[in-house]
């Protein structure tokens, strides 16, 4: 399984064009594809002002049939040319795998989500692979809230992250003290640290459609 995104950050003074087009835009996505396509706005975060187009797909090909879909809608393209004036600079996509978490198609969509990204360090792959599993199943235990490990398909070599989804912002916030009141987290974050580069940062994303 896939997780695939668009992001881009939104230029300043247009915030309520900027919202109705992005409701417009995930709502003719999800009629053009079929796929369960929402939008997310940094919240608390670096980054102020981006807003991320996020669905998961089981295959490439079916992330691949959704894009021809999309080419092919003159109603798409329209919409996407009118909305491209409201965005600080072009769009960029990315692509991740899923490693370790299942996705329970069933659950409600959360308001809130925590993505941690990281970058293997130099000839640490194999670690930060096996390492990243470790992390998102221990932060699961440990929270209770399921966390998924991804690892970047597309961007930069040996990028992954991980990511938690959260009813609100009371959930996010009890978990997020689980995780620092518990010893055992904060002794294995220091023991794997070093699987990964000096660039990790997290974000927090609050979903908009």
Same mark, same amino acid.
């Given at each position: 399984?896939?997780?695939?995104?668009?992001? +881009?950050?939104?230029?300043?003074?247009?915030?309520?064009?900027?919202?109705?087009?992005?409701?417009?835009?995930?709502?003719?996505?999800? $009629?053009?594809?079929?796929?369960? %396509?929402?939008?997310?706005?940094?919240?608390?975060?670096?980054?102020?002002?981006?807003? %991320?187009?996020?669905?998961?797909?089981?295959?490439?090909?079916?992330?691949? *049939?959704?894009?021809?879909?999309?080419?092919?809608?003159?109603?798409?393209?329209?919409? *996407?040319?009118? +909305?491209?004036?409201?965005? *600080?600079?072009?769009?960029?996509?990315?692509?991740?795998?899923? %490693?370790?978490?299942?996705?329970?198609?069933?659950?409600?969509?959360?308001?809130?989500?925590?993505?941690?990204?990281?970058?293997?360090?130099?000839? $640490?792959?194999?670690? *930060?692979?096996?390492?990243?599993?470790? !992390?998102?199943?221990?932060?699961? /235990?440990?929270? +209770?809230?399921?966390?998924?490990?991804? %690892?970047?398909?597309?961007?930069?070599?040996?990028?992954?992250?991980?990511?938690?989804?959260?009813?609100?912002?009371?959930?996010?916030? /009890?978990?997020?003290?689980?995780?620092?009141?518990?010893?055992?987290?904060?002794?294995? !974050?220091? /023991?794997?640290?070093?699987?990964?580069?000096?660039?990790?940062?997290?974000?927090?994303?609050?979903?908009?459609?």
């Amino acid at each position: 399984m896939y997780l695939f995104t668009r992001a +881009g950050r939104l230029g300043l003074g247009q915030i309520r064009e900027a919202m109705a087009f992005i409701g417009t835009m995930t709502e003719k996505v999800q $009629q053009e594809t079929g796929l369960d %396509v929402h939008a997310w706005a940094s919240t608390m975060s670096p980054d102020f002002g981006t807003t %991320v187009w996020a669905t998961f797909v089981e295959d490439l090909e079916h992330l691949e *049939a959704a894009n021809d879909k999309l080419a092919a809608s003159d109603g798409y393209v329209e919409l *996407a040319e009118k +909305g491209s004036q409201l965005f *600080a600079g072009p769009l960029s996509d990315g692509l991740a795998r899923v %490693v370790s978490g299942e996705l329970d198609p069933s659950a409600p969509q959360p308001s809130y989500v925590t993505v941690a990204r990281a970058t293997a360090a130099n000839g $640490q792959l194999g670690a *930060a692979l096996t390492n990243g599993v470790e !992390i998102a199943e221990t932060a699961t /235990r440990i929270t +209770g809230v399921r966390t998924m490990f991804l %690892v970047d398909a597309t961007g930069a070599y040996g990028g992954c992250r991980w990511t938690s989804g959260f009813a609100d912002i009371g959930e996010l916030e /009890r978990a997020e003290s689980a995780l620092m009141a518990d010893e055992s987290w904060l002794a294995l !974050i220091d /023991r794997v640290g070093t699987s990964y580069a000096q660039d990790a940062h997290q974000a927090i994303y609050r979903r908009l459609t």
